[in-house]
Antibody
Framework: EVQLVESGGGLVQPGGSLKLSCTAS????????IHWVRQASGKGLEWVGR??????????AYVTSLQGRFALSRDDSKNTAYLQMNSLKTEDTAVYYC???????????WGQGTVVIVSS | DIVMTQSPLSLSVTPGESASISCKSS???????????LDWYLQKPGQSPQLLIY???YRASGVPDRFSGSGSGTDFTLKINRVEAEDVGVYFC?????????FGQGTRLEIK
């Protein structure tokens, strides 16, 4: 089965760090860009960032509002992408999804999401 | 950043009737290869979003032909024919022409 599974969410204090994982199965992970999208409770979807494939030098891009607090990486040998979140703020509380993309198809497979709660 | 604006923000539709959702972008979504980088997603209650339409008018695998996408430039439309109870949820448009990728606010569809 083609799927993405996020993990690593949890409760963290403001100013803390958390590292999310997105593990793929059932397809050639190395051939896809991986995007991260978050959704605060009852709110819309917000794109967080993406990491491209090796031929595109694992290029990353992020939503401007993050101000360098988050970092994306991937390990194709483990079929896993990572989202390192630092200096977390209460407004980072959300469900975090990863999704794959390879042009021209778009986000055709999403994970089930992992919950991040930033609270003291 | 490209701003995506959806309307209406909510819809109440009788089963069997049609529904349309508009999505307008703050700049053209035309890619250099001639396609429009506009997608439509449906997020059913309690679920992850699912891809309905990509490149403005191409149905994703497994999506019923009741769903269709159209538009060009900065104006796009998702049409749902013969609405069914399973179509309930929030519909989002998304531009993927450039980063940051941006979403519309979402349109909540309910069944009368």
């Amino acid at each position: 089965e083609v799927q993405l599974v996020e993990s690593g969410g949890g409760l963290v204090q403001p100013g803390g760090s958390l590292k999310l994982s997105c593990t793929a199965s059932g397809f050639s992970f190395s051939g896809y860009d991986i995007h991260w999208v978050r959704q605060a409770s009852g709110k819309g979807l917000e794109w967080v960032g993406r990491i491209k494939t090796k031929p595109e030098t694992y290029a990353t891009a992020y939503v401007t509002s993050l101000q360098g607090r988050f970092a994306l990486s991937r390990d194709d040998s483990k079929n896993t992408a990572y989202l390192q979140m630092n200096s977390l703020k209460t407004e980072d509380t959300a469900v975090y999804y990863c999704a794959r993309r390879r042009y021209p198809n778009s986000f055709d497979i999403w994970g089930q999401g992992t919950v991040v709660i930033v609270s003291s | 950043d490209i701003v995506m604006t959806q309307s209406p923000l909510s819809l109440s539709v009788t089963p069997g009737e049609s529904a349309s959702i508009s999505c307008k972008s703050s700049q053209s979504l035309l890619h250099g290869d001639g396609y429009y980088c506009l997608d439509w997603y449906l997020q059913k209650p309690g679920q992850s979003p699912q891809l309905l339409i990509y490149l403005a008018s191409y149905r994703a695998s497994g999506v019923p032909d009741r769903f269709s996408g159209s538009g060009s430039g900065t104006d796009f439309t998702l049409k749902i024919n013969r609405v069914e109870a399973e179509d309930v949820g929030v519909y989002f448009c998304m531009q993927v022409l450039q980063t940051p990728v941006t979403f519309g606010q979402g349109t909540r569809l309910e069944i009368k």
